[in-house]
């Protein structure tokens, strides 16, 4: 029986030896062919297709099981689903770090940015709509360092303001409205002609409003630079702000400020008392602050809410306060004073802390999504980080007289004949 056993055994090894090989040749041939592979209970075959019919799991209990190294230009990994990988703990989207991503239930912070919304109710146009938002689209490109000029074919001018394509100049004294392309180019037909002594300049997500100080009036221009209407204010109308609903119009002389419609009619109760000489206005997504310039040792700002029953004073570090911008968390407010000429409040009206530009009498602010940046009588254009720190001090010919944000550049008007463009990173 045993020599039986060996006797057929011999044959048997010599003929499952031929199978063996030829199967490896038909699988050298089908994998050159690139025919898929069923490697369901066999082998994977690299650098060809292979099909599976169960999950095939990988594991390491050393370290990463999987690491995928692909050429320059190439994706390490490609799928053909678009179902959401569960448990998928990713760093980078479209190159921007997970950490700087806006959660769609946030409230904090970042939404205080959004007009205290969250990004879903900012998305189905709650209150303010994405355009509404141009001025929020910030860029923090490091590789954009410098400075350049662009004219604007008219002189001192007294505001500007970005509609999400266009920087808007005000220029009081030639009575016209410049419309500027990123390249300092103006757009076909302008500067155009405005009304006496233009100032104060906001955009409300369709439209950009001009406070005419000389003419006692509010314009409202196309963004093409045709005027869509006029409207009636207090005295001297030089500060212009926009809350997403309502735009806000401080009348110097009249010691009030207008809350208007968006079709020129104003609310119940408009115009309302301010403090003495009101000039800038901001929001800070809850509440409009209004600085108040006529106003000394110490000089104020006035909180108001939205349907303009409720205003509270709050005294400042400083002497006739001039202009304010928000950052997200706090309300900054620049001071005609030779030291200490900026003040950080929390929105509560505490005071944070006092800060010095380089110097004195701070006249422009205006926020970049990260800094502050403040304009002195001094000439210069600084550069604060939030907690005041002095970053970095562009020296000017003439006092930055208004300050605004594109996106990418920081725009500061002066009292000359031009509008300074800035690389913010």
């Known amino acids: 029986m045993s020599q039986r056993c060996q006797h057929e055994s011999k044959p048997g090894r010599s003929l499952s030896g031929r199978?063996?090989?030829?199967l490896s040749v038909v699988a050298v041939v089908v994998a050159m062919s690139g025919t898929?592979?069923?490697?369901?209970?066999?082998?994977?075959?690299?650098?060809?297709?292979?099909?599976?019919?169960t999950t095939a799991g990988l594991t390491n209990t050393a370290g990463i099981p999987l690491s995928l190294a692909a050429k320059t230009g190439y994706a390490p990994l490609a799928v053909n689903s678009t179902v959401k990988?569960?448990?998928?703990n990713a760093d980078l989207l479209d190159g921007v770090d997970s950490s700087l991503f806006l959660r769609s239930t946030a409230t904090a912070v970042n939404a205080t940015k959004l007009g205290g919304q969250t990004l879903a109710q900012v998305k189905s146009g709650l209150a303010i709509t994405p355009a509404q938002l141009a001025t929020l689209r910030w860029d923090k490109d490091p590789t954009k360092p410098g400075t350049y000029g662009s004219a604007t074919g008219s002189s001192s001018?007294?505001?500007?303001?970005?509609?999400?394509?266009?920087?808007?100049?005000?220029?009081s004294q030639s009575n016209t409205v410049s419309v500027l392309n990123q390249d300092g180019s103006h757009i076909t037909g302008s500067p155009f002609t405005a009304e006496n002594n233009p100032c104060g300049i906001a955009f409300d997500g369709a439209h950009m409003w001009v406070a005419n100080a000389g003419s006692n009036t509010v314009s409202v221009f196309n963004l093409d630079g045709s005027v869509a209407g006029s409207y009636a204010t207090g005295s001297r109308p030089v500060g212009v702000a926009f809350d997403g609903t309502h735009m806000w119009v401080t009348n110097y002389f009249a010691n009030t400020v207008s809350v208007f419609n968006l079709d020129g009619t104003q609310i119940t109760g408009s115009p309302f008392a301010t403090g003495t000489g009101p000039n800038g206005v901001a929001f800070d997504g809850t509440n409009v602050w209004v600085a108040n310039s006529g106003t000394a040792s110490p000089g104020t700002v006035t909180k108001f809410s939205l349907d303009g029953a409720t205003a509270v004073p709050y005294a400042t570090g400083g002497d006739r306060p001039q202009a304010l911008a928000f950052d997200g968390a706090h309300?900054?407010?620049?001071?005609?004073?030779?030291?200490?000429?900026?003040?950080?409040?929390?929105?509560?009206?505490?005071?944070?802390?006092?800060?010095?530009?380089?110097?004195?009498y701070a006249t422009a602010i205006a926020f970049d999504?990260?800094?502050?940046?403040?304009?002195?009588?001094?000439?210069?254009?600084?550069?604060?980080g939030g907690d005041g720190s002095l970053l970095r001090t562009f020296p000017q010919s003439v006092t930055p007289t208004a300050i605004a944000f594109d996106g990418t550049n920081m725009w500061a008007t002066s009292g000359g004949f031009q509008v300074i463009k800035f690389r913010t990173r």
Request: aromatic share 10%.
């Open 369 to 384: 999504g990260a800094h502050m940046w403040v304009g002195d009588d001094s000439t210069h254009l600084s550069e604060f």
């Open 19 to 22: 199978a063996a090989l030829a």
């Open 36 to 53: 898929a592979i069923a490697a369901t209970g066999g082998s994977f075959i690299l650098g060809r297709g292979n099909a599976e019919t």
């Open 85 to 88: 990988v569960a448990r998928l």
């Open 157 to 171: 001018q007294s505001g500007v303001a970005f509609d999400g394509t266009h920087v808007w100049v005000a220029n």
């Open 331 to 360: 309300m900054w407010v620049t001071t005609d004073n030779v030291t200490n000429d900026v003040t950080e409040f929390n929105l509560d009206g505490s005071i944070i802390g006092l800060f010095s530009t380089p110097g004195s």
